[in-house]
T-cell receptor, first 113, second 112 residues
C-alpha cells in the first residue's frame, strides 16, 4: 500500500531534550516536506527536499533540522525543543517537482513542556 | 506566508444540502489543490485544477477557478455526515520552488 509513515504518533517531551520524528515513504517520491499545523494558521512549511541530499528552508525553519540521505526517509530533528514548537506535525511527499498532489502522513502531535 | 484564504471559516449544513467553500489567493499560480482533513489526521488530496482550467469535477465535488479574480470554489453536492471535516485549499506558486501554500481551512459540519 502506498503510504507515508510517520513516527511517533504522539510525543511528550521536555524543553531542551533532542528528539527526532521519522518519516518514510514507499512511493519512490523525489519531493518530501515537513509542515506544522497550529490552530488558525493552517499548515506552514518547515523544510522541504527536492531529492537526496537536496534540502531547503520553508517558511518556519528556525529550531528544526532535516536530512535526506536516502530517497525514502526524511527525518525532522529538534535539537533543543522549546514550548513554542508544541504543534501537530505532518510529513508529505509527492512525485516529481511540481503540479502533483501531496501524500500526507498521519501526523505527530508533539507537546514540549 | 499564507496565500490561500478560505471562506467561510466554518460551515454547518443539513445532510443532503450542498456545501460551498471559497478560496482566495494573492499571486500567480501553477495550480490550486483542495485537501480534506478529518479531525487531527493527515490531509487527503481531493482535486487539482491547473491555472488554464476553469472547472473540474470529481464525483460529488465540483471545483472552479477564476484566475482573474484569484479565487476558487469547492462545491460538495448532496452532502453526507461523512463529509464532516476540514477543507483546505493549497496554491502552487509559479516559480522554481513549486511551493504549495495552504490556507487556514474551512470546518464543515454536516448534520444528520
Amino acid at each position: 500500500e502506498a503510504q507515508v509513515t510517520q513516527n511517533p504518533r504522539y510525543l511528550i517531551t521536555v524543553t531542551g531534550k533532542k528528539l527526532t520524528v521519522t518519516c518514510s515513504q514507499n512511493m519512490n517520491h523525489e519531493y518530501m516536506s515537513w509542515y506544522r499545523q497550529d490552530p488558525g494558521l493552517g499548515l506552514r512549511q518547515i523544510y522541504y527536499s527536492m531529492n537526496v541530499e537536496v534540502t531547503d528552508k520553508g517558511d518556519v525553519p528556525e529550531g528544526y533540522k532535516v536530512s535526506r540521505k536516502e530517497k525514502r526517509n526524511f527525518p525532522l530533528i529538534l535539537e533543543s525543543p522549546s514550548p513554542n514548537q508544541t504543534s501537530l506535525y505532518f510529513c508529505a511527499s509527492r512525485f516529481g517537482q511540481g503540479s502533483e498532489k501531496l501524500f500526507f502522513g498521519s501526523g505527530t502531535q508533539l507537546s514540549v513542556l | 506566508s499564507q496565500q490561500g484564504e478560505e471562506d467561510p471559516q466554518a460551515l454547518s449544513i443539513q445532510e443532503g444540502e450542498n456545501a460551498t467553500m471559497n478560496c482566495s489567493y494573492k499571486t500567480s499560480i501553477n495550480n490550486l489543490q483542495w485537501y480534506r482533513q478529518n479531525s487531527g489526521r493527515g490531509l487527503v488530496h481531493l482535486i487539482l485544477i491547473r491555472s488554464n482550467e476553469r472547472e473540474k469535477h470529481s464525483g460529488r465535488l465540483r471545483v472552479t477557478l477564476d484566475t482573474s479574480k484569484k479565487s476558487s470554489s469547492l462545491l460538495i453536492t448532496a452532502s453526507r455526515a461523512a463529509d464532516t471535516a476540514s477543507y483546505f485549499c493549497a496554491t502552487e506558486r509559479m516559480d522554481s520552488s513549486y511551493k504549495l501554500i495552504f490556507g487556514s481551512g474551512t470546518r464543515l459540519l454536516v448534520r444528520p
